[in-house]
């Protein structure tokens, strides 16, 4: 264990009393040199799993020192000894302490996944005050195949939310063509029973309080035990509406994907509408202003499946307005075949938006979004129109969609996967690509049209 003397650094803190103290930081085998030869970058959180592992060996490859800060147990069993800082402090503590550590150890970068977690916002905060790059990933806005890698922030955050490319921006349109499907899944439910399980048992004090998530051990279990047994239970019921609805009700149907709701972009980004409040607020208008042949249908999102009771209340509430017999709720399906035969969808702010766009599908985007530019969507802003939308939504022409989803895809994703081994190697190929890159805002230009 070494001991780093922090001193404030001026302009970084403005509320700091304290101007020198000692914080107990576990440097691991490595120490900081005073003469730099190659840049340094730090690593924040990352997917669950072993992808930030990888990741460092690849940016030591490429000739980068790097830094691995762990916030708990699960993020230090899925890392290396070499280079490894074990933080332990509180959200304030976090800030003071990284804007010395940035400073005395002339940090060059960030890598981070999920801007939008509290420990991630802070870091983004103290990057901006140094002037020091910042690589936030995350899971593919369009999914299977890609991930997300962009310059200072994710959804809402991008560097190009709620924009259009310019007539004069390099075309990049979308082909439409599948790209490779990594198959995840049972490495990326083994590596969440790993992580959460030690985050859970070995992680105290004010760790604890840093994590973006809160929940109990056995909590999730249980919630995740049901959701398997829900997912069994539900599957002939779940295949008996969707072929209904395929066969009897093509674009008669309007869709609502529900989002997970620990997920930080809801939390950030949704202009303090909640999942409830969706659920609610479109039934209410559905039973009063659709017209009489068509349906909603809900879409519980996988992950939230075990997680919540969603479903009993919709079918309740629609009951009691009267419309039960012309709403369905799903918990399975796929999504992409879902919304290609919808007649709308209706989301806050989920990435399930991308593929109405790619669908031409009319689309309502409640709170802040990625994509919400009025040339795409009709941009609710937090106070949506759902009256209106039962009887048309505007689509973008083919061109527009074609070329907005080409560019979104060329600036802000890359081929790659956080969880199979292939797709991590292209990943982290990528990541350090992006990294030798220049600010997003320094070398692109593009004419920024904004929602009124």
Request: positive net charge.
């Amino acid at each position: 264990m070494e001991y780093i003397k922090n001193k404030s650094v001026t302009g970084l803190r403005s509320d700091a009393k304290v101007t020198s103290r000692i914080l107990p930081i576990d440097l691991g085998r490595k120490g900081i040199s005073r003469h730099k030869s190659r840049e340094r970058i730090m690593l924040l959180q990352g997917p669950v799993g072993p992808f930030f592992k990888h990741l460092q060996d690849a940016l030591s490859d490429s000739g980068y020192e790097v830094w691995r800060i762990c916030f708990n147990a699960g993020d230090r069993f899925f890392s290396r000894k070499e280079g490894r800082i074990s933080f332990h402090g509180g959200s304030r503590d976090w800030k003071n302490w990284l804007s010395d550590f940035i400073t005395a150890a002339n940090i060059d970068g960030i890598i981070l996944f999920g801007s939008e977690r509290e420990i991630h916002r802070i870091a983004r905060e103290v990057a901006a005050q140094c002037k020091i790059k910042v690589i936030s990933l995350e899971e593919g806005y369009i999914r299977p195949g890609f991930i997300t890698i962009e310059h200072s922030g994710n959804n809402a955050s991008s560097p190009i939310a709620r924009c259009l490319p310019s007539a004069d921006s390099e075309v990049h349109l979308d082909d439409g063509k599948p790209v490779e499907n990594f198959r995840e899944g049972s490495v990326k439910v083994w590596h969440n029973i790993v992580y959460y399980a030690l985050r859970n048992l070995f992680t105290y004090g004010k760790q604890r309080k840093l994590y973006h998530k809160r929940f109990s051990l056995v909590t999730e279990i249980f919630c995740w035990g049901r959701s398997v047994y829900r997912r069994v239970r539900g599957q002939t019921t779940n295949f008996m509406i969707i072929q209904n609805l395929l066969e009897y009700h093509d674009r008669g149907y309007f869709l609502v994907p529900l989002q997970v709701d620990s997920d930080c972009q809801l939390k950030e980004f949704s202009m303090g509408w909640s999942q409830v409040d969706l659920i609610s607020k479109t039934l209410r208008s559905f039973a009063k202003q659709a017209p009489p042949g068509k349906r909603l249908v809900f879409k519980i999102h996988p992950l939230a499946r075990g997680h919540s009771n969603y479903k009993h209340l919709i079918r309740e509430t629609a009951k009691a307005y009267g419309v039960s017999e012309r709403v369905d709720v799903l918990d399975t399906g796929s999504l992409g075949l879902l919304t290609r035969h919808s007649a709308g969808m209706i989301t806050i702010n989920s990435t399930s938006g991308f593929s109405a766009i790619y669908h031409g599908i009319p689309l309502l985007v409640v709170g802040n979004a990625l994509y919400a530019h009025p040339e795409l969507a009709t941009c609710g802003n937090g106070n949506p129109d759902f009256d209106s939308f039962w009887t048309g939504g505007s689509v973008a022409n083919f061109e527009t969609r074609r070329a907005y989803l080409g560019w979104v895809k060329h600036r802000a994703l890359a081929v790659g996967d956080f969880y199979a081994a292939r797709g991590i190697r292209l990943a982290c190929r990528n990541v350090c690509s992006k990294l030798q890159e220049e600010s997003f805002s320094e070398h692109i230009e593009f004419k920024v049209r904004n929602a009124s």
